[in-house]
Nanobody
Framework: QVQLVESGGGLVQAGGSLRLSCAASGRTFSSYTMGWFRQAPGKEREFVAAISWNGVTAYYADSVKGRFTISRVNAKNMMYLQMNSLKPEDTAVYYC?????????????????WGQGTQVTVSS
């Protein structure tokens, strides 16, 4: 089992940057595929990015490709999301998630563990 805690959200102007962090507890962090999702008011939770257990392979939603970078440091039980060139439409609560399978998934219900979320607000 793993517990996840996000941090790093906040208010930023359009074009700015933020780095989100996800701290994981447990000794088996390196065995999980990790992902970032977001949920805007009145919308469904959507996939943002995912990273393989060893950090070698990353996957991105088309809406963030080229602007966001996902990474992880297994020795520290940490995952990150570097967000550049932020847009107002990136405003949402951002969640980190973990799944036991080795392949990444874009559907939220296929992830086993979730953090509580961190708010990101991008002003125009």
């Amino acid at each position: 089992q793993v517990q996840l805690v996000e941090s790093g959200g906040g208010l930023v102007q359009a074009g700015g940057s933020l780095r989100l962090s996800c701290a994981a507890s447990g000794r088996t962090f390196s065995s999980y595929t990790m992902g970032w999702f977001r949920q805007a008011p009145g919308k469904e939770r959507e996939f943002v990015a995912a990273i393989s257990w060893n950090g070698v392979t990353a996957y991105y939603a088309d809406s963030v490709k080229g602007r966001f970078t996902i990474s992880r440091v297994n020795a520290k039980n940490m995952m990150y999301l570097q967000m550049n060139s932020l847009k107002p439409e990136d405003t949402a609560v951002y969640y980190c998630a973990a799944r036991s399978g080795s392949n990444y998934q874009t559907l939220p219900h296929l992830y086993d563990y979730w953090g509580q979320g961190t708010q990101v607000t991008v002003s125009s």
